[in-house]
């Protein structure tokens, strides 16, 4: 656990496309921002569900993909010197006098006066199989991470999947568990083709256990695993034993912890105000696809809108005595020289 | 216009108009029809749009691209008449299709 307390002006949960244009415009006004996402990298959905795919809706770019706005994003809003922090996710918020305590699941602390939640359709967590009772045996014998390789020591550990997080577990957990069997319900993989040679060199020499099918039912005592029932590509069913089982079946999105902020939700989105996109809690903001306010649309470009009145309005918790004249870019020298251009 | 039926895991059917050209997937989201998650909205990324094609029409939907066949390992009891919604194209020549909606998308 991080000791670490960060202190800064601003918290954006998420740095999807709408929390990176935020720090463009909290930054134009001076206020600093730190982002903080689940995810590896920025870009939210834009580059975890479709990095490729084109989007046609954003103005002025008559084409463009989840991967080249996020890219045009980070260099647009690098002159801010905006920090991350990925693969984390925040669990709780407490209130301050004048501002909040954050703390993510890594345990690194942030004290700001305002927070941006810019979380989109949620934070990414693993899909659950629809496996009857799975929930019982969450966390004591099914898992869908790795925190410590030592737990999984002297033990029977079956991954199901074929993408590259299945077979990067497979891989790195072949040696320190007792006995290693990946379950897929095809013989080809969509992994990087590097482990999917290293997986079949250990199926070869018999150091991984490979079985074709998918598992449909579980079984054991207390949230501990005994086996799991396989159904083979033949349609055939047969008992596998397994002391722990490791589903990679992707991700998706939740609301998550946001909903135990003390924040009014409306069916798992935020209600704001369309003039400051303020929540029901003074100092947290709401913008991009987890708002909600007659009229939204969920759009991108909506979402630009909502952080550059977003800012506007923030600017008077971080600076309470000084009075934002609004500027433009084009002609106002002192936001050049923000933006080093000047 | 195509009539496609939805049929429900509890044996329930829903049958909606569809356009040429228009996704199955997108005929499902814009008549409400439940169990169509479809999160990624589209774009082959999250295998949340599964559904049974019925036997007669296999044929006429056809088999899956690569990139989708890598998708549907990330959706839950696929079998061989398994596809992703959001992979079907309406045609007139499926005027009738039927599909079935698994348990759970997840």
Not at chain 1, 90 to 106: A, K, N, P, Q, S
Not at chain 1, 162 to 179: E, F, H, I, Y
Not at chain 1, 240 to 249: D, G, Y
Request: glycine letters at 8%.
């Amino acid at each position: 656990m991080s000791e670490e307390l960060i202190k800064t002006d601003a918290v954006i949960v998420g740095a999807g496309p709408v929390g990176l244009f935020a720090v463009f415009e909290l930054g134009l006004v001076d206020i600093k921002a730190h982002l903080i996402d689940i995810l590896d990298r920025p870009g939210g959905q834009c580059t975890e569900l479709y990095p490729e795919k084109p989007i046609y809706d954003v103005p002025a770019l008559a084409v463009v993909t989840g991967q080249e706005l996020t890219d045009k994003l980070m260099e647009q809003i690098k002159p801010f010197g905006a920090e991350f922090h990925f693969n984390q996710r925040v669990d709780t918020l407490e209130r301050l006098d004048g501002g909040f305590r954050l703390t993510t699941d890594l345990g690194k602390r942030f004290e700001c006066k305002i927070v941006i939640v810019a979380a989109g359709g949620g934070s990414f967590t693993p899909k659950r199989p629809p496996l009857p009772g799975i929930e019982a045996y969450e966390d004591k014998s099914v898992f869908y991470s790795v925190r410590k390789m030592e737990n999984f020591r002297g033990r029977d550990v079956l991954i199901v999947g074929g993408g590259d997080s299945a077979l990067d577990w497979t891989l790195n957990l072949q040696p320190v568990a007792k006995s290693l069997t990946l379950v897929h319900r095809r013989a080809e993989f969509r992994a990087a083709p590097a482990s999917v040679q290293k997986m079949l060199a250990l199926v070869e020499s018999g150091d991984v256990n490979f079985k074709l099918g998918q598992v449909t039912e579980l079984h054991g005592d207390n949230g501990q695993l005994r086996s799991v029932t396989v159904k083979g590509a033949d349609g055939e069913t047969f008992e596998q034993k397994t002391e722990i089982m490791m589903p990679f079946f992707g991700l998706t999105m939740k609301l998550g912890p946001v909903a135990d902020w003390g924040i009014q939700l409306n069916e798992n989105l935020i209600p704001v105000d369309t003039a400051k996109f303020e929540t029901s809690e003074p100092r947290i903001f709401a913008i991009g696809d987890i708002n909600t306010y007659p009229g939204k649309l969920k759009l991108i470009l909506s979402g630009f809108h909502e952080a550059a009145l977003m800012a506007q309005a923030a600017h008077k918790y971080v600076y309470p005595d000084k009075k934002l004249i609004f500027q433009y870019t084009t002609s106002s020298s002192s936001l050049q020289k923000k933006l080093g251009v000047k | 216009m195509a009539k496609i039926t939805f049929i429900q895991n509890d044996g329930t059917e829903r049958v909606v108009e569809a356009e040429p050209g228009m996704t199955v997937m997108e005929a499902a989201v814009k008549n409400s029809v439940a169990g169509i998650a479809a999160e990624c909205g589209g774009a082959c990324a999250c295998a949340t749009c599964h559904v049974y094609v019925d036997e007669a029409w296999r044929e006429a939907t056809g088999t899956p691209e690569q990139m989708e066949e890598d998708m549907l390992d990330f959706a839950f009891d696929i079998r061989e008449e398994s596809r992703l919604s959001c992979q079907i194209k309406v045609t007139d020549a499926l005027d009738g299709l039927v599909v079935r909606i698994p348990t759970k998308q997840f």
